[in-house]
């Protein structure tokens, strides 16, 4: 955090997480190995805790574990990395020193370069320690899950209080900023979520007044893994039922896009740049339908099964041709045909079709909500 850690901020850039790891002995993935297992893509956000400063990978370390051992599929994601070999996914948004303001600064770019489904957000300790602001830390932390909320509306977003300090000054800060957590959270819509973070410690789970040690990172680990499993759409790929939300593709960080906002039935479906609008717009039903643009449904051409078939907008009519499951790693698989939702020979240029294929785990046939 900003008192503590200024001169060892480790993880700005992945070069930086790099040198820090060659000192202590960690290893951390370039940014060109950077780990995905094709799970649910858990982006973890926030300052030099979520980095896990004094103990490399933090509370990351025990919550992989969890999911590892509840048989969770999930992904890690972000532009920093480290930790140990007991940390199989190293990837993190976790900066250390940084303000709620700084993250708001670049939240969105990471926010699209990711794809998250699900972000972690434990974020103003170092606001507190540096006495920013304070009585307006609140709104910045308002502020900044408005912008998630807007960049990703998808997402489901766990804001954690923060943990506690050993300064009574700074705790009592803390205390202040956290009091008003729940009343911000209650008011940014369901798939917003509180996490008593600050309960789950004592300063006795701090190693120097600040940073948690080894036993507070995984008393943080197992209080993130309750609120997750309280949550289940949290740690599936599927997009929520009745909530209209953009479907990407992570290998090229386009979306899903109907050609030309079309709403005429046979409209080929694509890859274009994810933009908010109408056409890259999908809900689920119960019912197992993507409905889009102009209420109509994502459908396979003529009902077909063989590789290359069209994938289309059509008038939503109850048939299979028109449902869709989804596997662990992010694939759409119709339930007419057991084949996947492809994009052709795995391009990444806007206007690229979106065909069905036989399911082959590749990144063309990866999808998340953004």
Request: glycine share 12%; proline share 4%.
């Amino acid at each position: 955090m900003g008192t503590c850690v200024r001169g060892i901020v480790r993880t700005v850039t992945l070069a930086a997480a790099a040198l820090v790891a060659v000192a202590v002995g960690v290893a951390v993935p370039s940014a060109a190995s950077a780990e995905s297992n094709g799970g649910v893509r858990v982006l973890p956000l926030g300052d030099s805790i979520t980095d896990g400063y004094n103990v490399p990978g933090g509370y990351r370390i025990g919550l992989w574990q969890r999911l590892a051992a509840g048989a969770y599929t999930v992904d890690f994601v972000g532009s920093s990395a480290n930790g140990p070999a007991s940390l199989a996914d190293h990837d993190h948004e976790g900066h250390s020193g940084w303000r709620i303001d700084q993250l708001d600064a670049n939240i969105v770019a990471w926010l699209q370069a990711q794809a998250p489904r699900t972000v972690l957000l434990h974020i103003g300790t170092n606001d507190m320690n540096q006495n920013y602001d304070i009585a307006n830390a609140p709104a910045r932390l308002s502020a900044l899950i408005d912008k998630i909320r807007a960049t990703s509306p998808g997402v489901e977003l766990f804001v954690a209080t923060i943990t506690p300090e050993s300064d009574a000054t700074r705790e009592a800060r803390v205390q202040a900023y956290n009091g008003a957590i729940p009343g911000i959270v209650a008011q940014k819509g369901p798939l917003t979520h509180l996490v008593d973070m600050h309960s789950a410690l004592t300063t006795a789970d701090l190693a120097d007044g600040v940073h948690p040690n080894a036993t507070g990172y995984d008393k943080m680990a197992a209080r993130w893994y309750d609120a997750l499993r309280s949550v289940p759409s949290s740690l599936r790929v599927e997009p929520p039922v009745g909530v209209g939300v953009p479907v990407g593709n992570p290998q090229s960080l386009k979306c899903l896009d109907v050609q030309n906002s079309g709403t005429a039935n046979g409209t080929q479906v694509q890859l274009w740049t994810c933009n908010g609008t109408a056409a890259q717009r999908w809900t689920r039903t119960a019912a197992g339908e993507l409905r889009g643009v102009g209420d109509r449904c994502l459908d396979v051409n003529g009902s077909g099964t063989a590789n290359g078939t069209k994938i289309q907008i059509w008038t939503c009519n109850g048939t299979n041709a028109q449902k869709f499951t989804y596997t662990a790693a992010g694939a759409i698989v119709n339930v007419n045909s057991g084949a996947c939702v492809d994009v052709t020979s795995g391009g990444t240029a806007n206007g690229t079709k979106v065909q069905l294929y036989g399911c082959n785990g590749t990144g063309a046939q990866r999808w998340a909500v953004r």
